[in-house]
């Protein structure tokens, strides 16, 4: 197949480029750097050394990947026609519910970035390719924490003795996750409108440092954040145990979610995009490994951590989040093993890989450590949160 991944240089989009490489796909993709830029306007910078993006294109374009730098809010008509896509992996959007947060001019960034980039790969594939089909990246955070079910994408809904399948109530969190909403809404639009197919990945929050393809090699590996903006709990617990810095969970911790390694994010969207859905159809995929509170997961780092020599242990601190920490979270996850998904490795194992990796880089985590601690607030204020 001929696969286009708009948003190839982030954390997703690289290691998915080189996965479906490996498997035999033609891969191009495309990405203006936004990712790079805000991690350091965020006091941030990440602990892999990832090759610049000059390098990193000429290096894909040694190993037959075409790696374009531009945006995906810019023209896409002409890339597609070029690249006569079968398939186009959306990952071209900011992704992070605190940089929404952190202001005005971050939350606007964010509507514009995701909901342009959404709209135009859209209006582009209506043009050029409606025959393709898109595979686009939302989160398990569109569903918030109903105390009910969490079924994949629509469930039936009786009223009035009539009986109708309608997509399931979103309830963002963030202003991110209420632009991931909106993409939600439109995607859904064009297939109705347009006759697109497209399959809508509503992934838990991805942890990792590398996957299969990316082996020993440096020159390989993919971007790891630890700022409160663009780092993700597993990967901010392991490196905080790495410089023996105490792991800091939000409140009391029991806030649960959907947790995936990196490499079975790979492997879940490589299912994914080879098995379309029909033309008109919007289908929703559920996509994590499993479900777990925070806590649990700060005491596996704890205790992995200790195993490998690692002195830390858990603070419990202000919640900068505005959000239930105690709730019902019971979602569906059946159309991905249906289609073959199968975890690769136990969380446990995944953590102690993690830990391993990030210990060659411990003065590069000392670097950011002050980034650790979160400061931007869902009240609409800055605090660095306090211990409780």
């Given at each position: 197949?001929?696969?286009?991944?708009?948003?190839?240089?982030?954390?997703?989009?690289?290691?998915l480029a080189l996965y479906l490489n490996a498997r035999g796909h033609s891969v191009a993709g495309?990405?203006?750097?936004?990712?790079?830029?805000?991690?350091?306007?965020?006091?941030?910078?990440?602990?892999?050394?990832?090759?610049?993006?000059?390098?990193?294109?000429?290096?894909?374009?040694?190993?037959?990947?075409?790696?374009?730098?531009?945006?995906?809010?810019?023209?896409?008509?002409?890339?597609?026609?070029?690249?006569k896509p079968d398939a186009i992996v959306h990952l071209a959007e900011i992704p992070s519910a605190?940089?929404?947060?952190?202001?005005?001019?971050?939350?606007?960034?964010?509507?514009?970035?995701?909901?342009?980039?959404?709209?135009?790969?859209?209006?582009?594939?209506?043009?050029?390719?409606?025959?393709?089909?898109?595979?686009?990246?939302?989160?398990?955070?569109?569903?918030?924490?109903?105390?009910?079910?969490?079924?994949?994408?629509?469930?039936?809904?009786?009223?009035?003795?009539?009986?109708?399948?309608?997509?399931?109530?979103?309830?963002?969190?963030?202003?991110?996750?209420?632009?991931?909403?909106?993409?939600?809404?439109?995607?859904?639009?064009?297939?109705?409108?347009?006759?697109?197919?497209?399959?809508?990945?509503?992934?838990?929050?991805?942890?990792?440092?590398?996957?299969?393809?990316?082996?020993?090699?440096?020159?390989?590996?993919?971007?790891?954040?630890?700022?409160?903006?663009?780092?993700?709990?597993?990967?901010?617990?392991?490196?905080?145990?790495?410089?023996?810095?105490?792991?800091?969970?939000?409140?009391?911790?029991?806030?649960?979610?959907?947790?995936?390694?990196?490499?079975?994010?790979?492997?879940?969207?490589?299912?994914?995009?080879?098995?379309?859905?029909?033309?008109?159809?919007?289908?929703?995929?559920?996509?994590?490994?499993?479900?777990?509170?925070?806590?649990?997961?700060?005491?596996?780092?704890?205790?992995?951590?200790?195993?490998?020599?690692l002195k830390t242990e858990i603070n419990y601190i202000e919640n900068p989040r505005i959000e239930?920490?105690?709730?019902?979270?019971?979602?569906?996850?059946?159309?991905?093993?249906?289609?073959?998904?199968?975890?690769?490795?136990?969380?446990?194992?995944?953590?102690?890989?993690?830990?391993?990796?990030?210990?060659?880089?411990?003065?590069?985590?000392?670097?950011?450590?002050?980034?650790?601690?979160?400061?931007?607030?869902?009240?609409?204020?800055?605090?660095?949160?306090?211990?409780?």
């Amino acid at each position: 197949m001929k696969v286009f991944i708009a948003g190839i240089d982030g954390y997703l989009g690289w290691p998915l480029a080189l996965y479906l490489n490996a498997r035999g796909h033609s891969v191009a993709g495309i990405d203006n750097g936004y990712r790079r830029l805000l991690v350091r306007e965020m006091g941030g910078g990440t602990i892999t050394p990832i090759q610049g993006p000059i390098k990193r294109k000429n290096f894909a374009r040694n190993m037959g990947i075409e790696f374009e730098m531009g945006d995906a809010c810019g023209s896409m008509v002409d890339r597609f026609k070029k690249f006569k896509p079968d398939a186009i992996v959306h990952l071209a959007e900011i992704p992070s519910a605190p940089y929404s947060m952190a202001g005005f001019g971050e939350c606007w960034l964010t509507f514009i970035n995701n909901s342009k980039t959404t709209l135009n790969i859209l209006w582009a594939m209506k043009d050029v390719c409606p025959e393709a089909h898109l595979v686009k990246l939302g989160t398990m955070g569109e569903y918030g924490t109903p105390d009910i079910d969490i079924p994949e994408g629509h469930f039936p809904v009786e009223f009035r003795n009539r009986l109708a399948m309608l997509p399931f109530p979103r309830q963002p969190g963030s202003f991110y996750h209420a632009t991931k909403c909106a993409d939600s809404i439109n995607v859904e639009l064009a297939c109705k409108l347009w006759g697109l197919r497209s399959t809508d990945v509503m992934q838990g929050v991805v942890f990792g440092t590398r996957t299969d393809e990316m082996g020993n090699n440096e020159k390989l590996l993919t971007r790891f954040d630890i700022d409160e903006c663009f780092g993700t709990a597993i990967n901010r617990f392991c490196a905080q145990a790495v410089i023996e810095h105490p792991i800091t969970v939000y409140g009391k911790g029991m806030q649960k979610r959907g947790f995936i390694p990196l490499r079975d994010s790979m492997q879940c969207l490589g299912i994914a995009i080879e098995n379309p859905p029909e033309a008109g159809e919007y289908r929703v995929f559920n996509q994590f490994e499993g479900t777990y509170t925070l806590v649990s997961l700060a005491r596996r780092v704890e205790r992995i951590g200790a195993s490998l020599g690692l002195k830390t242990e858990i603070n419990y601190i202000e919640n900068p989040r505005i959000e239930e920490e105690k709730h019902y979270y019971n979602p569906d996850c059946k159309e991905l093993p249906r289609l073959g998904y199968r975890p690769t490795r136990a969380v446990t194992r995944e953590i102690t890989s993690v830990l391993q990796d990030l210990m060659k880089y411990k003065d590069r985590i000392e670097k950011f450590k002050d980034r650790l601690i979160p400061e931007v607030r869902w009240d609409g204020t800055k605090r660095k949160s306090e211990r409780l």
